[in-house]
Each structure stands twice: as C-alpha cells, then as structure tokens.
C-alpha cells in the first residue's frame, strides 16, 4: 500500500470517527431518524468526503441496513437500542464503524460487542488466523449471556467496495485463512438476546448498481444514470428524492421513484439490502472498528 493511499483510509476513518461520536452524542429519545441520519451525512459531505454507504439507524431487533426513509417519522424512544453504522470514502478508500447507543438499562448487550471487537482487534497481526479470531468473538459474546449473531460477518474493503474479502465470521468455523499484511478490514461483532441469526425484511431502503443492462421507462434510466456518481457503492431511496437529484431530473413522486425501483430490481440491475431483524425478535447490539493489517496494525476509525 502507497503513501497516498493509506494517508486515504487514515482521512476516511479519522472523518468517520468523529461522524460516529457525533451521531453518538445526538441520539437521544424525542430525536428523529431522519434528522440524525441527515444531519450527519451533511456533516460527513461538509468534510470533504462522502458517504460509502447510506448511513444504518437500525433500532432493537434489527441489526442492520436500516436507513431513515423520505419523510422517516420515527421517533427515537427512551427503550431503544440503536445501532449507527456509518460508512465513509475517501476516493473510494473506505472506513466503516459503528456503535450501539442504548437507553434503556441494556448496557450489558452492548458492552458484549464492544468488548468482543477490542479482542479481536488485539489479535490483529499479519498471519493472524481468521477462524480464531472469530472464536474469540464469540466466546466474549457467549461470556456475557449472549448469542453473537451466526449469519452476520466482518469483511475486507477495498476501493469503492465495502464487502471484499475476507469474510471475518462472529462465530467459531473451521479455515485455514489467515491475515495478510496491508489488508483493510472491517471487524463488526454482533450480540444478540435472541436467536443469533437475523433474516431478511420487505422494507427495503437501499441499493445498489450490480450491473447495467437496458431499461424501459424515462424514470429508471434517469435513475441509472444519477446513480453513476456512487461508483457501485449503495445508495438511499431517499437520496432519489434530494433536491439534489431532482434537479438532475428525477421525479418528485415517491411513488414514481419506487416503480421505477421496481422495475431496476425485477431486471437484476440494482442488488438491494434489506433490513436484517433477529429472527426470534430479540435486541441487537453492534460494534465495528476498521482496521489496517500491519505488525502494528492502523485502526483508522479508533
């Protein structure tokens, strides 16, 4: 890795970091999703940089890729746990990491991922094994009396790619990988009071461009088109509605922008990301650090 492009992933996480303790310090009950989400994506841009994905509010028994909708009216309650995953490029050099803010007497659920991400981090080295790395996780996580959350994962980064390998699991498997020097990768341990393992919901609120083949209505091609600036990395359906995007010439109507959502999935152009909810409705806690793979390995995000 060159000096320019390190000097990158350090600009993205030290941006990133301060978005996340910013976000942290915001969360409060009485505030709304959107206006947090917003408020720290506009702090993220007024830096110099941009969002790698649109940033995750993910509240309770959901875990992840929960991000505010246009007109989101959710409220943040004085039980809530809420995770901020928040994600930042640099030239497409990427730092993600998130914290979990609990107000609601859960502070062991989010101590366990805390304290399951800083012992993975000390295990960081190149060479380091990847399987025992996850074995550490989720014996920390087990320790405190909770499930780590099985079909969740950490993962490598690279330019304009958030999930690159290699896949880092939260619980104990068997492989033969092993850390290789320079790597970027994002460890993200999960804990759970319920199942352990999350699925799939309808509502989904981000995309991404997969690959690009021809389209039928005016909506999905203006879509496709404004979509370039992301470079493949996933977008907002509300970043669809900014004024931003209007004035490039994308409808106002919600509804019309869904169609033609619609139309760019049911062709395999866009891949999406659906809110992931533990599947026995338990409460989630999430921690994640990025991290530079050297005998002294770079957190960037720390």
């Not at 990158?8 to 996480?13: E, N, T």
């Not at 907002?236 to 619609?262: H, M, N, T, V």
């Amino acid at each position: 890795m060159n000096s320019e492009i390190l000097e990158k992933y350090i600009q993205a996480g030290k941006i990133a970091k301060e978005a996340r303790e910013e976000a942290a310090k915001s969360a409060k009950p009485g505030v709304s999703l959107l206006e947090l989400g917003e408020q720290i994506e506009k702090m993220i841009r007024d830096k110099g940089a941009d969002m790698a994905f649109p940033i995750n509010l993910s509240l309770n028994d959901l875990a992840a890729h929960y991000t505010p909708k246009h007109e989101d009216e959710t409220v943040l309650k004085d039980t809530d746990v809420l995770k901020i995953d928040i994600g930042v490029h640099v030239d497409g050099y990427v730092a993600d990491t998130a914290v979990t803010i609990q107000f609601g007497g859960n502070e062991r659920l989010v101590e366990a991922s805390r304290e399951a991400l800083n012992a993975a981090i000390d295990m960081i080295r190149p060479g380091a094994k990847i399987q025992a790395i996850s074995e550490k996780i989720e014996e920390v996580i087990t320790s405190h009396g909770f499930k780590p959350v099985e079909n969740l994962t950490g993962h490598g980064l690279d330019q304009y790619i958030v999930h690159a390998p290699p896949s880092i699991p939260n619980i104990k498997f068997s492989s033969s990988k092993t850390l290789e020097e320079n790597q970027v990768i994002a460890i993200e341990p999960f804990a759970s009071t319920g199942a352990g393992h999350v699925n799939d919901t309808p509502d989904i609120l981000i995309f991404s461009l997969e690959k690009e083949k021809p389209v039928r209505s005016p909506e999905a091609k203006k879509i496709l088109n404004f979509i370039q600036r992301y470079n493949g990395l996933p977008f907002a359906e509300r970043w669809l509605l900014s004024q931003d995007a209007i004035d490039y010439g994308l409808p106002s109507s919600l509804f019309k922008i869904r169609l033609a959502l619609r139309e760019l999935t049911q062709n395999n152009i866009l891949a999406t990301y659906p809110p992931l909810r533990d599947a026995k409705g338990g409460l989630v806690s999430q921690a994640e650090h990025t991290v530079i793979v050297q005998d002294d390995p770079i957190v960037t995000t720390r």
